[in-house]
């Protein structure tokens, strides 16, 4: 099987990470998209809810879209919650492609990421090891032009066949960031995601207070 690790905070999942997932599986073949959110623990990341309402969430997503399968029938997207129950220290992105390795030994993995991340993707954790040893589907976005971030990075251009680039057709403009707001601010981001998590979200007064 071909297998896309999609990780992200999902704070809250919208339907910009549904369209890149299924646009992703399509374009790129894809038997599966494991969808990955990210844990609190990690220190790069400011989060604004915790853990298990941003899994609940993503949970009633995706069980919206049933309707997706692969060519064998099964479904398409799946939830992994590797980095939510791994111990502090274990959740670099190499930690989780190595966990989905062992898990799937015999299939092609491939990490699902924006160009913006290109930048920042050497000073990783294990960076090294990570780019040398996996695949990487990198989708174009306004103002990172992908194939200069790479050729201007010594580890990425030393590397650059394990980078498929999709370069048209992938982003929607959708930030959970610009949802938060909406939702902060009194505003209404229907249609922006699933009915059923802004839904989830008012009955559980997420987002209430200020982004940080």
Not at 149 to 168: C, P, Q, T, V
Not at 183 to 207: H, M, T, V, W
Request: proline share 4%; with cysteine.
């Amino acid at each position: 099987m071909r297998i896309g690790i999609y990780g992200s905070s999902f704070d809250p999942i919208t339907y910009s990470h549904l369209f890149t997932a299924a646009t992703v599986a399509h374009r790129r073949r894809l038997d599966k998209v494991i969808f990955v959110p990210c844990s609190s623990k990690r220190h790069d990341k400011k989060l604004q809810t915790e853990d298990a309402h941003r899994l609940h969430m993503l949970k009633l997503a995706l069980a919206g879209s049933t309707h997706k399968t692969n060519k064998d029938g099964e479904p398409l997207f799946e939830i992994s919650t590797v980095e939510m129950d791994a111990l502090p220290g274990e959740t670099y992105t190499y930690d989780t492609m190595m966990h989905m390795k062992r898990k799937y030994p015999n299939d092609e993995l491939f990490f699902i990421m924006g160009s913006d991340l290109l930048e920042g993707l050497s000073n990783w954790g294990n960076a090294e090891k990570l780019v040398a040893g996996f695949n990487f589907i990198v989708m174009s976005r306004e103002g990172y032009p992908t194939a200069d971030l790479i050729a201007d990075d010594a580890l990425l251009r030393n590397h650059d066949e394990h980078f498929l680039i999709m370069s048209k057709g992938i982003n929607m403009g959708i930030s959970s960031t610009y949802i938060r707001d909406e939702i902060r601010k009194g505003g209404d981001p229907s249609f922006l995601l699933p009915d059923a998590c802004l839904q989830y979200i008012y009955e559980n007064g997420i987002y209430k207070e200020p982004s940080v």
